[in-house]
């Protein structure tokens, strides 16, 4: 078991297994960078290793349709042998999306498994096994081969009344552990928490709560990917008598891949486009969009600074973040939170309502899991260390021996056998970032490795605005490195300067508030300014002082 991301960070998941000369790949997932990775737009695990031993790769599983499972696919694709790649109809769904705006439909080939469905790749056999999660068509993996069964078990909760019916398959995971489990490679992200996870169907008590609490418009802002979460903020509309609109590119896309699949329903006549909104009255109506995470580029963003097309927030409206800020992005929610409240919306998050249910299992349920299968070895996955290390403690706690454990980072070798485990030399990884996701620029990707990074250059923009006025108080200064030659290119560097010069004072004051807009905003500029001029597409860093 080589995982080459996801052991050590949330985010990334990417797990070989390998069994003599022939391995599988389960889940291709990509991280969001931090806050102070400017210019990052998404962060990818290294996979040398995947290059060198390609010819090895027999299938990939992917488990469920996240980010951080399926998002680095897209910019991987091209540099894995062309191989099957298995999921349930979801996740596929979510998949294909993807790859169609990127003119990559052909470059895959889809295989869609239902659960309990085996594939064999080589000598491996593999079994999905049902789980619920914050997203449909969630599934562990019972990974079969000469040397014995892993269960590796995605992201899972143990949600008793799951919104779409469909159960964790206690039976399976049962039999597993009956006919005998040499490893078991379990989430830990929420193993820090005691107790269990509540069901996602206490989030739907919540939303009637305050739906019936709201006098304006609501506005509810959710993952895009939780299908089920959309599904019940439909219910509870319909029983408080509102229509649905469902804004912002992402959730529109995979609202329409749900209802194609069958996964997804909204009572006939009760769903608004964005664009006939204004037909309705304000009261009578649930928007429901992304940017839960305080996305700079997202609806509710935009909504919060007033600058939404369709749409603005008005007193007495009602603003609902139905999820929970991951970390990192906390500043970034509490600045659209404060933009809203100033607004005179009122703004029901986490922090005062059950208006978010996590997707991950809980102390108890982990135990649970671990109960089912009975594994003679165990790896906590899917995690920062320190959640990594809650789950060894956890098992620990329940009589697993130590020596039979073994908690490791992206790289790690752990060779697993009936006759013991122990580690072996560690694999190529690391991380690689990603630039170019910019608005606009969807379907022109970038990968930003060094050879490009060599080619094109970068540029960093430092500028202090007085954020009141637009007015530029300090800069802007350039520095580039790889780009040009900063004395004989003066005039250059002096075009750019005015380019940033001219667009702060047309942009609008609440915009100017907040420094990611504003350098997003620069940084788009510039890029097209540069593309079309010269036709070049360095890596533009600004880096916007108040
Ligand atoms: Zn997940």
């Known amino acids: ?148 069964t892993v269960i590796h078990t995605g992201d899972f ?176 929610v509490s600045r659209v939170i404060n933009h809203l409240l100033r607004r005179g919306a009122r703004v029901v998050h986490g922090k005062v309502s059950e208006i978010h249910v996590s997707g991950h299992a809980a102390q108890e349920e982990l135990a649970e899991m671990y109960r089912l299968v009975r594994p003679r070895y165990f790896i906590p996955v899917h995690g920062e260390l320190r959640h990594l290390v809650a789950h060894r403690d956890l098992i620990l706690s329940l009589g697993h021996p130590a020596k039979d454990i073994a908690v490791v980072e992206d790289g790690a070798v752990v060779e697993l056998s009936p006759r013991g485990l122990r580690l072996g030399d560690e694999v190529a990884h690391g991380r690689t970032f990603v630039d170019g996701k910019g608005v606009g620029e969807v379907g022109d990707v970038v990968l930003r490795d060094r050879r490009l990074l060599a080619e094109d250059g970068t540029l960093v923009i430092v500028v202090g605005i007085d954020h009141a006025t637009g007015e530029v108080v300090q800069g802007p200064d350039i520095i580039s490195r790889g780009f040009v030659y900063e004395d004989e290119s003066q005039e250059l560097l002096e075009e750019i300067k005015q380019v940033v010069v001219d667009l702060l004072p047309t942009l609008d004051k609440e915009i100017l508030a907040e420094r990611a807009l504003v350098a997003v905003r620069i940084r788009n500029k510039v890029r097209r300014y540069l593309d079309r001029k010269m036709g070049r597409r360095p890596m533009v860093l600004p880096m916007v002082l108040e």
Not at 130 to 142: D, E, F, K, M, P
Request: proline share 4%.
């Open 157 to 332: 909760k143990i949600d008793p009344h799951p919104v779409d019916g469909r159960l964790f398959d206690t039976e399976r995971f049962r039999a597993y552990g009956d006919q005998g489990v040499l490893a078991l490679c379990s989430d830990s992200t929420n193993a820090e928490n005691p107790g269990r996870t509540l069901s996602e169907r206490e989030v739907g008590k919540a939303l009637d709560e305050a739906f019936g609490e709201a006098g304006g418009l609501i506005v509810v802002a959710t993952f895009a990917s939780h299908i089920q979460r959309v599904q019940q903020i439909v219910e509870v509309a319909d029983a408080h008598h509102r229509k649905v609109v469902v804004m912002g590119r992402s959730m529109e896309r995979n609202v329409e891949i749900a209802l194609e699949l069958g996964l997804l329903h909204i009572p006939q006549g009760m769903r608004v486009m964005p664009a006939r909104m204004g037909e309705y009255h304000r009261e009578r109506l649930v928007v429901i969009t992304t940017g839960s995470q305080g996305e700079p580029l997202s609806a509710l963003s935009r909504l919060a600074v007033g600058d939404h097309r369709y749409l603005s927030i008005e007193p007495g409206d009602t603003v609902i973040l139905s999820s929970k800020a991951i970390p990192g992005n906390e500043r970034s």
């Open 1 to 148: 078991m080589i995982p080459l991301g996801g052991c050590g960070e949330v985010g990334m998941n990417m797990t070989v297994y390998r069994h003599r000369e022939e391995m599988v790949l389960v889940d291709v997932g990509l991280m969001f960078p931090d806050e102070e990775m400017l210019g990052v737009d998404v962060v990818l695990a290294d996979i040398s290793f995947l290059r060198e031993q390609g010819r090895e790769l027999q299938a990939i599983f992917l488990t469920h349709g996240h980010e951080d499972h399926i998002g680095a696919l897209v910019y991987l694709l091209r540099d894995l042998p062309k191989v099957p790649i298995y999921g349930t109809a979801m996740t596929l769904g979510l998949v294909k999306a993807k790859l169609r705006e990127l003119g990559l439909l052909q470059a895959a080939e889809l295989r869609q498994v239902e659960p309990r469905d085996r594939v064999v790749a080589g000598r491996f056999e593999v079994e999905y096994l049902q789980v619920t999660h914050s997203i449909l068509g969630g599934c562990s993996l019972a990974i079969t081969c000469p040397a014995g």
